[in-house]
């Protein structure tokens, strides 16, 4: 089945936030060979699960409101400010066009495909281990750390359009 790719249009049905083609040049890009191994189906099934994982754990963190109540995807969506620009007299934020998936989503969908390809993104969670022996080898685990892996490279490449809690922006006059 042919990867249904949003283009920003609020594509009915679509399934990634970019396109095999775009993707292939990514990972060419940056030299991740694993990509190229992948045989195209492999690689819509990544993204495909890529778009879901950002979906599931991003959804109530970026910034703005998705463009209307039917598309499936996150993006594009509505009063997205640009990071680190400001557009009318250095007080009112520019936004990002509505019709706009920004490259940073794109690149996270990317990165996050390459590693759907490996695994599971949003595997169940077990109980962490505490201490394990085996012969002479222990290991014991912190009990604060978080159950399942999180991706922090990827965080901080969307990290720009989540919400900002409590957060007071100074603007220098």
């Not at 045989?39 to 495909?48: D, F």
């Amino acid at each position: 089945m042919t990867l249904i790719v949003e283009d920003g249009t609020v594509v009915a049905g679509a399934e990634s936030y970019i396109s095999v083609a775009d993707s292939t040049t990514y990972h060419a890009n940056r030299g991740n060979a694993a990509w190229a191994l992948l045989s195209t189906p492999q690689q819509e099934q990544a993204l495909r699960r890529a778009t879901d994982y950002m979906v599931q754990m991003y959804r109530n963190r970026w910034v703005g409101y998705r463009f209307n109540t039917t598309q499936k995807l996150d993006w594009p969506r509505l009063y997205v400010p640009y990071p680190d620009y400001v557009a009318v007299y250095g007080m009112l934020p520019a936004y990002i066009p509505d019709n706009v998936v920004p490259d940073e989503v794109k690149n996270a969908c990317c990165e996050l495909a390459l590693k759907a390809a490996a695994g599971e993104l949003l595997a169940d969670a077990d109980q962490v281990v505490i201490r394990e022996k085996i012969g002479p080898i222990e290991t014991e685990y912190d009990k604060y750390s978080p159950q399942h892996k999180r991706y922090q490279s990827i965080d901080a490449m969307v990290a720009v359009y989540f919400v900002q809690h409590g957060g007071m922006q100074v603007i220098r006059a």
